[in-house]
């Protein structure tokens, strides 16, 4: 983790930390937010890509790296690929959103079209494997990519004083693992929690049936958090966080709501979910909690979309 | 300037610069946004209400503050006072935004309601200060509001090194000539633009003619810049500003929507103002300016009524 730090410092963001007096009050706690929205890619993905793409071998790097995510990881590994001089290649299905498209194609990134399907993007990302020689980094379960993603939480320990408690959100689990072990390594008192959405529960159920059950049919507006987790990821939610809370769809938007409209800080709806977990009694009837870190996952929403203009 | 500085450095933000490689591609510059829309209150208005508020002698200030003013200036003062323990009375139009009333009483403020025309806030102003002895803050032609403002850029400049210039959006001035004498005093070499719409440009007619002419029918999206320059901030933009570049509505939204989309900086339509400038032709043609700080002044925007909503 530390080389991870170290590796990435010349080349992301060392993020701002955000309070709101407001926020606070609502919370009852002291909260600092992590602005991983303002990282570069506008998501703490670039982190967990940046370290996978310069933990390669020359020889390997020089064929290229391929994902199929339609999600921040896309943009993010099409950036870090870029920023080594190696293609990159993003299978993406045909209904990927306009704006995680083009900005993947700003990246420098080859998008390789497919069906909106796991096996469809599979098989995609297997041929392009087969005809190029690039090796595949998956978005969260890769050790690299765990390890990228814990640097943020590194940051926000070296940056706030005395945190009793970091929450993320979580949907594979990268930077909820990766945030568990930058706490076991650097600050162990920390207590770490994760929020999730009731629509895409897996993490919260796995962890009640002690064995993990995948997501099969999400239903949230948080899109970076529909994924199950993975073999790396699950063990370390399992033994390492301390409490997955769920929240409604209500829940996210109105907490994307508040960070927007009280602290400006323009999330996208994954990232309200931590926030929206801080807010419900259930954490707030958590004692021996003081000071609260929230890592704001993202900012890449869809202007045109915005969740509540619906609702209207 | 300097004691304007150390007297708000306990209670305001500090607030982050931001940077992004793709807004300094699309300006061929180094950008450097000084990120005042995380400010308390979402805008830099807070520094020069509290510099203002905090200057008042202890008898005087107990009788409380007034203004009239329906934007950042009225939460900004609420809010100031009420960290004081003085009473704040907020005198609005009618019209008045819900979330800027919304902000006023959240901070404490007593809102104080009038007619839409300057006539009548002026009117309501003078009879609450003949009521109660508070004294009148005025949102820009102030002493203390101004040097207040200008510590946003006394900041900027600690936090970037080799700045070449600086630009603001200007309204009533009170940014632009708080920057002007916190570049004077701390980096005389840094040059000081403004942008202002075109559509309510008595800055540019003014510096063009050589003397104050005032905004008689502004019509701007950018609701903070509705405003003529004042006795005290004309005379200082007039001969600290290098030039005041004026911009379309058009590209004043398109700026926005840039902020918000590539960098998730989520600024209101008169912080835009100085980011639009700085795409235009006239600004990109001036020489000998590589590295550019931007004054993104406040972020407090209708969620519900987004000015590119209206367009598609």
């Known amino acids: 983790m530390r080389r991870a730090a170290e590796r990435l410092a010349p080349i992301v963001h060392r993020t701002p930390v955000a309070t709101c007096a407001t926020l606070d009050r609502l919370a009852a706690r002291s909260l600092f937010f992590k602005c991983e929205h303002l990282q570069k890619c506008g998501a703490f993905k670039y982190r967990g890509a940046s370290n996978a793409v310069l933990s390669l071998a020359p020889d390997v790097a020089a064929k290229g790296v391929v994902t199929h995510s339609s999600g921040n990881h896309a943009g993010a590994l099409a950036l870090a690929a ?3 001089g190696i293609p990159a290649h993003i299978v993406m299905p045909r209904n990927a959103s306009a704006v995680k498209r083009r900005a993947t194609l700003d990246y420098g990134g080859r998008i390789v079209e497919c069906e909106p399907t796991q096996a469809a993007r599979e098989a995609a990302a297997a041929a392009v494997v087969a005809e190029t020689g690039a090796t595949l980094i998956a978005p969260f379960d890769h050790p690299d990519v765990i390890a990228g993603q814990g640097t943020a939480a590194l940051e926000l320990l070296d940056q706030v004083p005395e945190l009793d408690a970091i929450i993320t959100p979580v949907g594979g689990g990268g930077l909820t693992s990766g945030t568990c072990l930058a706490v076991q390594g650097a600050a162990p008192r920390v207590r770490v929690f994760a929020g999730e ?3 895409a529960d897996d993490a919260a159920r796995s962890k009640a049936a002690g064995q993990r059950l995948p997501q099969t049919d999400p239903r949230t507006v ?4 529909r994924t199950s987790l993975g073999d790396l990821t699950w063990p370390i939610v399992r033994d390492r966080v301390e409490r997955v809370i769920t929240v409604t769809e209500e829940e996210i938007i109105a907490a994307m709501r508040l960070l927007w409209e009280r602290a400006k800080l323009m999330v996208e709806p994954s990232s309200a979910v931590a926030f929206a977990a801080v807010l419900t009694d ?3 009837a958590l004692a021996g909690i ?3 870190g929230i890592v704001l996952s993202g900012g890449n929403v869809d202007l045109d ?3 509540w203009s619906g609702a209207r």
Request: glycine letters at 16%.
């Open 82 to 84: 870029r920023m080594r």
């Open 197 to 199: 959405p009731k629509g």
């Open 222 to 225: 948080a899109d970076g958090l």
């Open 282 to 284: 259930e954490f707030r």
């Open 290 to 292: 003081g000071r609260v």
């Open 305 to 307: 979309h915005l969740p």
